[in-house]
């Protein structure tokens, strides 16, 4: 019956947090209100808790609250670091050797609670608007995937790898206020979880190097693009060639 009832409320928790618009490291309310809005009682609200922290899904901190992912254990000053010594290309090389094999080890160890997570990560980008909206439920997708390693070294090589290519980002700039519903990522994201639900190893890995390979085939378009266009307007009307003080 006590089993019963503690697994009834970890999927009212589960329930509550699938339903909300969580980023990652987003704080949860505080414990007296959530129990209040889950109706639970504070000790079988912490008893969730503990599962999902487990689980990676889930950090606390006393006096901080509770967050959503794992319990960050990178070095924010070598973070930076490694962010001003590196470029947009070398971290997309760094992904494409680390990634497909993430998803390699997913396929062989991911539980459940995982499987729903992929899923849930994926329906958040399909309904995002908004290319800041797509990208946080992206990023999450994609630590999903390392969570569903079970291997917390490396989750915390992963986290490292993408704290630095979320500080330095491509400079581009979109057409699109947020992605299409044919946007090419949607349906890879969608070919990494298939593989992975099915326990093929080599298909994970494959789908996934297929993936970062296409974002970053996207990301040098786009790019080339762009400084096309600033070429463009940058050059006389007449056609003069400039010298690189912009005089004629």
């Known amino acids: ?3 019963l009832k503690h697994s009834a409320a970890l999927e009212k928790l589960r329930s509550y947090i699938d339903a909300q618009d969580y980023a990652l490291n987003d704080r949860l309310p505080p414990e007296r209100e959530l129990a209040e809005t889950l109706g639970l009682t504070r000790s079988t609200l912490r008893n969730a808790m503990s599962v999902l922290e487990s689980e990676g899904q889930v950090w606390r901190q006393v006096g901080r609250g509770t967050f959503i992912g794992a319990r960050s254990v ?36 991911a539980v ?8 849930h990560c994926i329906r958040r980008c399909r309904s995002a608007t908004d290319w800041r909206l797509f990208e946080a439920w992206d990023n999450r997708f994609h630590y999903a995937v390392a969570v569903a ?3 917390k070294l490396l989750m915390t090589v992963f986290e490292t790898l993408n704290a630095v290519r979320r500080s330095h980002v ?10 299409t519903r044919n946007y090419p990522t949607l349906n890879e994201h969608n070919v990494i979880y298939e593989a992975i639900k099915r326990r093929d190893p080599g298909a994970s890995a494959d789908a996934m190097r ?3 390979a296409s974002v970053r085939e996207r990301l040098i378009l786009r790019a080339a693009a762009q400084s096309e266009q600033t070429r463009g307007r940058q050059e006389p009307a007449d056609g003069t060639d400039q010298d690189s003080s912009g005089k004629a």
């Not at 459940?112 to 899923?119: G, I, Q």
């Open 112 to 119: 459940a609670s995982d499987l729903r997570e992929l899923r």
């Open 210 to 212: 297929a993936h970062l």
């Open 170 to 179: 491509w400079q581009t700039v979109r057409k699109t206020t947020g992605p």
């Open 1 to 3: 019956m006590v089993e």
């Open 74 to 109: 990178i070095n924010l000053t070598e973070v930076r670091y490694l962010s001003s010594i590196t470029r947009p290309e070398e971290i997309s090389d760094a992904r494409l050797i680390i990634e497909p094999e993430l998803a390699r080890l997913a396929a062989l160890n």
């Open 149 to 151: 390693t079970r291997n």
